[in-house]
């Protein structure tokens, strides 16, 4: 079991570029959770899905950013026209069902936008 | 909103000492409430869950203890050891979600 993967570890992309960041849950679990963790800040709940349904988007910002989570393929969270305070490390998570026996977490994506 | 305080923010330990972790939560209704240590620049990885109708659970050396209705967790660590240097984190589970505590940022001196 290969556990959460997550790619790319590192992401560098200028001002204004578009960064996709892939997560491929556990096998077996058909929801997945985003997280950020900002500079010397916690780690913020932003999106939970299960396959091909956004369930809560709450803690998504307004504009720029979108997640998907394909039937086929891994989940996506996309981030448009990127701005220097988008860097951060994205964790994604995954579960069996809605979290009653626990979450596991990915290694993250640290995303530097320059 | 569920709101989750760590306590301390730092703690520094000699090799060997034993040392306890709080974890504070404000709404009650949790799922359950789950342990994580992170390292410098990784993943986070789960140490301990413990489920709502529990009220401790162990693994090792560290063993968590919950208590709902005053809204509190604590980990316990015995025999600390260097390699136990991370920053642990607990985070209560609502239905869709975890929300965690800023986190202790442990150091255990040899």
């Known amino acids: 079991n290969a556990g959460v993967m997550q790619n790319p570890r590192h992401l560098v992309r200028r001002r204004g570029q578009e960064a996709r960041l892939r997560c491929s849950p556990m096998?077996?679990?058909?929801?997945v959770y985003w997280y950020r963790q900002l500079p010397e800040e916690g780690l913020k709940f932003m999106v939970y899905?299960?396959?091909?349904?956004?369930?809560?988007e709450s803690g998504m910002p307004k504009e720029r950013f979108s997640a998907e989570f394909p039937k086929e393929g891994p989940s996506i969270l996309r981030i448009q026209q990127v701005v220097r305070g988008d860097s951060a490390a994205y964790f994604c998570?995954?579960?069996?069902?809605?979290?009653?026996?626990?979450?596991?977490f990915g290694s993250g994506t640290r995303l530097t936008v320059v | 909103k569920q709101e989750v305080t760590q306590i301390p923010a730092a703690l520094s330990v000699p090799e060997g000492e034993n040392l306890v972790l709080n974890c504070s939560f404000t709404?009650?209704?949790?799922?359950?409430l789950q342990w994580f240590r992170q390292d410098p620049g990784k993943g986070l990885t789960s140490l301990l869950l413990?489920?709502?109708?529990?009220r401790e659970q162990t693994s090792g050396r560290l063993n968590a203890s919950l208590d709902k209705s005053s809204g509190r967790s604590t980990l316990y660590i015995a025999a600390s050891q260097p390699g136990d240097s991370a920053t642990y984190l607990c985070?209560?589970?609502?239905?869709?979600?975890?929300?965690f505590g800023t986190g202790t940022r442990l150091t255990v001196i040899p």
């Open positions: 998570a995954s579960s069996p069902n809605e979290g009653g026996y626990g979450y596991t």
């Open positions: 985070a209560s589970t609502g239905a869709n979600n975890l929300f």
């Open positions: 413990i489920q709502s109708s529990q």
């Open positions: 096998k077996g679990h058909s929801h």
């Open positions: 899905l299960q396959k091909e349904n956004i369930i809560d």
């Open positions: 709404d009650s209704a949790i799922y359950n």
